[in-house]
C-alpha cells in the first residue's frame, strides 16, 4: 500500500521535483512524497510549495513566493519571499528578503544577497543598485569592480 507514518498520505510527485518532508518517504513508489510534518524549504527552479505542503509546478520563468504560490517577475529577475532559491537557473539571481527591482538589461540587483553565480560579463551587486563595470568585471561589496573566475 501507500501508507506511511503518522497516518500521512504519499502523494505523487512529478520527475524532477523535490521530495519534502521530515523523513523520507517510505512504503512509497519512487518519486512520491510524504505530506504534513515539513517545513518550506527552496524547490528547484519553477517549483513551488503549495502552502508548505505539495511540491507544484509553476509556469516557467515563475518562482514561490511566500511559500504559497507562484509570483511572476519581469525576465531575468527572480523573487523569494521566505525561501531562497536553492537552485538558480543560469543568469538568474538569489534572493532572500525583497522583490526584485528592474535593472538596465544585462544587470543585476541585490539588496539582501549577492549573485551566487554570476554569469560571463553580468554584475554582482551586494547593497546597491548595480552600475556598469568593464566587461568581464563585477562589482563587488558596494565598492569596486574586479575580476569574476569563470
Given amino acids: 500500500g501507500k501508507l506511511m507514518q503518522n497516518c500521512?498520505?504519499?502523494?505523487?510527485?512529478?520527475?524532477?521535483?523535490?521530495?519534502?518532508?521530515?523523513?523520507?518517504?517510505?512504503?512509497?513508489?519512487?518519486?512520491?512524497?510524504k505530506q504534513l510534518c515539513v517545513r518550506c524549504r527552496a524547490c528547484p527552479h519553477g517549483l513551488v510549495r503549495k502552502n508548505c505542503k505539495e511540491c507544484i509546478g509553476c509556469p516557467h520563468g515563475k518562482l514561490k513566493h511566500g511559500c504559497a504560490q507562484c509570483g511572476g517577475?519581469?525576465?531575468?529577475?527572480?523573487?523569494?519571499?521566505?525561501?531562497?532559491?536553492?537552485?538558480?537557473?543560469?543568469?538568474k539571481l538569489k534572493r532572500n528578503c525583497r522583490q526584485c527591482n528592474?535593472?538596465?538589461?544585462?544587470?543585476?540587483?541585490?539588496?539582501?544577497?549577492?549573485?551566487?553565480?554570476?554569469?560571463?560579463?553580468k554584475l554582482k551587486a551586494s547593497c546597491a543598485e548595480c552600475t556598469g563595470c568593464p566587461h568581464?568585471?563585477?562589482?563587488?561589496?558596494?565598492?569596486?569592480c574586479r575580476g569574476c573566475p569563470h
Fill in 8 to 33: 500521512v498520505r504519499c502523494h505523487g510527485c512529478p520527475h524532477g521535483r523535490l521530495r519534502r518532508g521530515c523523513v523520507e518517504c517510505s512504503g512509497c513508489k519512487h518519486g512520491r512524497l
Fill in 73 to 91: 517577475c519581469p525576465h531575468g529577475k527572480v523573487r523569494a519571499c521566505c525561501v531562497t532559491c536553492s537552485a538558480c537557473p543560469h543568469g
Fill in 102 to 121: 528592474g535593472c538596465p538589461h544585462g544587470k543585476l540587483k541585490a539588496q539582501c544577497s549577492i549573485c551566487g553565480a554570476c554569469p560571463h560579463g
Fill in 136 to 144: 568581464g568585471k563585477v562589482r563587488h561589496a558596494c565598492a569596486i
